[in-house]
């Protein structure tokens, strides 16, 4: 599992809002992979696309959930952790997904034009850049975790547009086969809560007023439909692998090996060896995962979680066996791909230095914004002599930070050693021309 910061970013017309406070993701393929499985049924419920929209884990113990534009849903770690079952899950991501269905969101970007401060500016240009990029799940990342009063415009509902949510979550729940209690059981939850001081308050009681009123029509609405659920042990599977690493890699070591001790299922081998990992105990934690590889040798992310833990023992070429082992199990799966790419890139050896370049231009293809990969990108064409290119991804790196200054400069170097109307340089240029509205603004 990896953190990973993300910032307002719009590389054709980024507008950086200085005041905003980055928010971290937490990165894991398994993890995404389950929480796409999970929300699945609930989207089609919706009529929503399931390719097109992101379910993304935010670094954050607080409760809360919350979306920003049509193409992604944030998670708090700490929300996901709290959660007892599959079902719950699924009412929250309902319950967000209604927001898009329903078309809460078409009013914020008008909003935010009536708002006076540049923080909600920028929030509603990094919601158009992820709509323009195809990637709004990172674009909007900065602003996201805004202080200012662009989070208040965003982020609080009205009171209708939250009974419109509260009825639409359990109506997808019916539809998906999913215990619709769920949903009164989340938002019971949260009512539990709002008797803490304001200070201590979670941002889901500010952003999602509740009242017992809600409470008791959404019960009401899921008492009468009770009955119609299906079993769904695959799902409940995933949750309980999504929890499971969520909490291992959160929670103290010590506290995940006491929950694990004895055990041998999967998940908890899982969690076992990612306790072992953070302690640090690599040899323990290499004898666990061997004991995952034989239960589930055909499992990419046994073998992607083996690259991880040699990587970070500086086991650079048994760490690029395993992330290669899970690429030819998981070909098109952006997060393995790049840590194939920055295990081969460790190797130090001009073999696979192409190996890796291949490799993170693969990942960067499917999933533009990430960070990590920009940064091995440029170290990669730098050492293969790439020089415009390498310049190319720095400058585009330092943008998605809003580090206009920054990737001002080495846009301006890139267009220089890139062959002029190509479309490398065009991206530069783009950067170039970025950075002076964002200087002429400021000005």
């Not at 359990?170 to 619709?180: C, E, K, L, N, T």
């Not at 080495?410 to 970025?434: E, I, K, Y």
Request: some cysteine.
């Amino acid at each position: 599992m990896q953190r990973r910061i993300s910032t307002a970013c719009l590389l054709l017309f980024t507008f950086f809002a200085s005041s905003a406070q980055a928010i971290g993701l937490l990165r894991d393929a398994e993890v995404e992979r389950g929480l796409r499985e999970i929300a699945a049924p609930i989207l089609r419920a919706a009529g929503l696309s399931t390719s097109q929209i992101n379910i993304l884990v935010v670094d954050d113990r607080r409760l809360n959930a919350f979306v920003v534009n049509s193409r992604a849903i944030f998670i708090n770690s700490g929300l996901i952790m709290k959660l007892k079952r599959r079902e719950q899950l699924q009412a929250v991501i309902g319950h967000e997904a209604a927001h898009i269905a329903n078309g809460h969101l078409t009013r914020r970007p008008v909003n935010a034009r009536n708002a006076r401060t540049a923080s909600a500016v920028g929030l509603a240009l990094s919601i158009a850049a992820g709509a323009a990029t195809g990637n709004a799940a990172i674009a909007a990342g900065g602003a996201i975790g805004s202080r200012s009063s662009a989070q208040r415009v965003f982020f609080g509902h009205t009171r209708s547009e939250e009974n419109s949510a509260d009825q639409s979550s359990v109506r997808f729940m019916i539809s998906a086969g999913a215990d619709p209690m769920a949903a009164a059981e989340v938002q019971e939850f949260f009512a539990g809560k709002i008797a803490l001081n304001l200070g201590r308050q979670d941002p889901y009681m500010q952003s999602h007023p509740l009242t017992r009123d809600r409470i008791r029509r959404m019960r009401s609405l899921a008492e009468a439909n009770r009955g119609r659920e299906t079993p769904n042990p695959k799902l409940d599977q995933w949750f309980e692998i999504v929890k499971g690493k969520l909490t291992a890699f959160e929670l103290s070591p010590r506290e995940t090996l006491r929950q694990t001790r004895g055990k041998t299922d999967q998940v908890s081998l899982m969690r076992q060896a990612v306790a072992y990992h953070r302690q640090p105990n690599v040899k323990k934690a290499s004898q666990f995962v061997d004991q995952l590889v034989r239960k589930a040798p055909n499992n990419p992310y046994v073998h992607e979680l083996r690259g991880q833990i040699l990587l970070e023992n500086r086991n650079f070429g048994g760490a690029a066996n395993a992330y290669g082992k899970a690429v030819q199990l998981a070909p098109n799966n952006p997060l393995i791909l790049g840590g194939y790419g920055r295990a081969l890139l460790a190797t130090n050896t001009s073999a696979n230095t192409k190996r890796a370049l291949t490799a993170l231009q693969k990942s960067r293809a499917r999933d533009g914004l990430d960070s990590k990969v920009m940064r091995d990108l440029g170290v990669a064409y730098a050492r293969l002599g790439q020089n415009g290119m390498a310049s190319l991804v720095t400058a585009e790196r330092y943008a998605t930070f809003g580090q206009l200054c920054n990737a001002g400069v080495h846009a301006r170097r890139a267009s220089d050693l890139l062959q002029r109307g190509s479309a490398p340089w065009q991206r530069a240029m783009d950067v170039v021309q970025t950075h002076k509205r964002s200087c002429k603004q400021r000005k």
